[in-house]
């Protein structure tokens, strides 16, 4: 079983700065890949970025260039670096864990709001 607990959500202005991060435990192995999800209001849950076992990110292409995301395998936390932020990134952000048996994990998701 695997226990994903996101942090550092928050009400922040436009072009503002935050930083997720996303917590795991239980049955962690830094081989899979973890990512950042979102969901608007109204809207379908979204890739936001995810990051490999070693290292490799990728990104939605409306995130490009103003968020990061980064892995510290050590802690098993997940990280998501949002710089330049929008009003349009306003979302409940879900931290994600796959596992190589496609077996998915979900945290409980931490607002972010961004104030125009």
């Known amino acids: 079983q695997v226990q994903l607990v996101e942090s550092g959500g928050g009400l922040v202005q436009a072009g503002g700065s935050l930083r997720l991060s996303c917590a795991a435990s239980g049955s962690i192995f830094s081989i899979n890949t973890m990512g950042w999800y979102r969901q608007a209001p109204g809207k379908q849950r979204e890739l936001v970025a995810t990051?490999?076992?070693?290292?490799?990110?990728s990104y939605s292409d409306s995130v490009k260039g103003r968020i990061t995301i980064s892995r510290n395998n050590a802690k098993n936390t997940v990280y998501l670096q949002m710089n330049s932020l929008r009003p349009e990134d306003t979302a409940v952000y879900y931290c994600?864990?796959?596992?190589?048996?496609?077996?998915?994990?979900w945290g409980q998701g931490t607002q972010v709001t961004v104030s125009s």
């Open positions: 990051v490999s076992g070693g290292g490799m990110s």
């Open positions: 994600n864990y796959r596992t190589s048996r496609n077996n998915v994990y």
